[in-house]
């Protein structure tokens, strides 16, 4: 991921706050959505822009979009996570 926008590490210990892991809850969906698309093979499934281009501002990892998107779209009220 060298020409992606690189991200901060979630796990990392910092002054203030502690993790910013510390503050999603264990049951929150966000988890369930990180570890699904964390385990699919982004390139195998032909997404676009897994390769990125030499020139211009560093994209954002498709990964990471795709993550946004499906966070959202399950806080959008549209799709009820099963309980």
Same mark, same amino acid.
């Given at each position: 991921?060298?020409?992606? +926008?690189? /991200?901060?590490?979630?796990?990392?210990? %910092?002054?203030?706050? #502690?993790?910013?892991?510390? %503050?999603?809850?264990?049951?929150?969906?966000?988890?369930?959505?990180?570890? *699904?698309?964390?385990?699919?093979?982004?390139?195998?499934?032909? *997404?676009? /822009?897994?390769?990125?281009?030499?020139? /211009?501002?560093? #994209? @954002?990892?498709?990964?990471?979009?795709?993550?946004? @998107?499906?966070?959202? %779209?399950?806080?959008? /009220?549209? +799709?009820?996570?099963? #309980?």
């Amino acid at each position: 991921m060298c020409r992606f +926008v690189q /991200g901060e590490d979630r796990r990392q210990d %910092y002054l203030l706050p #502690a993790l910013l892991d510390d %503050y999603v809850s264990a049951d929150n969906p966000v988890r369930a959505v990180e570890a *699904f698309i964390d385990a699919l093979d982004l390139k195998a499934l032909e *997404f676009a /822009g897994m390769t990125p281009a030499e020139t /211009g501002r560093p #994209a @954002y990892h498709p990964s990471t979009m795709l993550k946004i @998107y499906l966070y959202g %779209y399950l806080k959008s /009220g549209s +799709v009820e996570p099963a #309980a």
